[in-house]
């Protein structure tokens, strides 16, 4: 990965960002770094470990890496998805941001290993089924050799079709046996980039939105409010299942979403800012006619 720490020390010697966002060799396999100096960039590697979004650290409201300058991140395709979704909603401005694409063959559903994973329908994540951003176009350089498509995994769509063929008793039924094991920590959350509120919902109290103790009332109002934030937005990454500590399958209520938004506005999540997304455009033709 010269290239990558190429391209990162330039930018850092030529002062044109001041730090750069990426990922590095961790004690248990790779992790997200913040790396300053260009003497520091020969850390910075990519591999099938690399799952983390650091799309996430661009939140503005992560004042501790504002605080840091300019920054560069550098993205897969379905992270350069969440910047997009960013820039979207107004969250940062493009010149704000340098975008150092990867180029990718798929990562693993689980990144501490100390040597990158060889991937197999077995290890290879979920979100990189049917991928259509490994090579991103958004972005200000791409770096890295062409890589191989991912090997086949689990089809999302199947497992979610699987669920919709239930009656909606056993519907109700599997999702409050998952969702009860929800302890409310917002891991899922605090992974997710497009999860960027000032202030989320359930840390209002006056009035109180969501109880927020862990029982079944609290959870559903979560994880239904959660899922209604993030439609049309959510880019399936992955990161908020890969998060939770319980393992609750967040990822088939996130692709759910995206068949339902599909469904109703033609509208599947793009890595092109320009493109509207329905939870901020209008549209005269829209199936919801009280809208008009
Ligand atoms: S979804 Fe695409 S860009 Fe993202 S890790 Fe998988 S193959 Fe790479
Ligand atoms: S909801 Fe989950 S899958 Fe969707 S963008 Fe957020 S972290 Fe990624
Ligand atoms: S990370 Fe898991 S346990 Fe924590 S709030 Fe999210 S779904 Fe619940």
Known sequence: MSELQDTARRLL????VQVVIG???GPRGARPVFVTSAADCERLIFDARCVHNLATFLNPR???ITALGKAAVVVKGCDAKAVAGLLREAQLERAGIVLIGVRCGGVAGEPATLAPPALSAETVSARCWGCDVREPESVDMLVGEAQPEPPVTADLDERVAALDALSP?????FWTKELSRCTQCYACRQACPLCCCERCIVEKTE???????PHP???FAWHLTRAQHLAGRCVGCGECE???PVGIPLGLINRKL???VYELYGYTVSEDPAVPAPIGAYATDDTQDFIE
């Open 258 to 260: 995206q068949q339902v």
């Open 242 to 244: 890969r998060a939770c």
């Open 217 to 219: 009332r609290g959870n």
């Open 13 to 16: 010697d030529e002062g044109l």
């Open 23 to 25: 990922w590095e060799e």
């Open 169 to 173: 008793a056993e519907r109700f039924a």
């Open 207 to 213: 009035p109180q939105w969501i109880e927020t103790s």
């Open 62 to 64: 992560r004042s501790q």
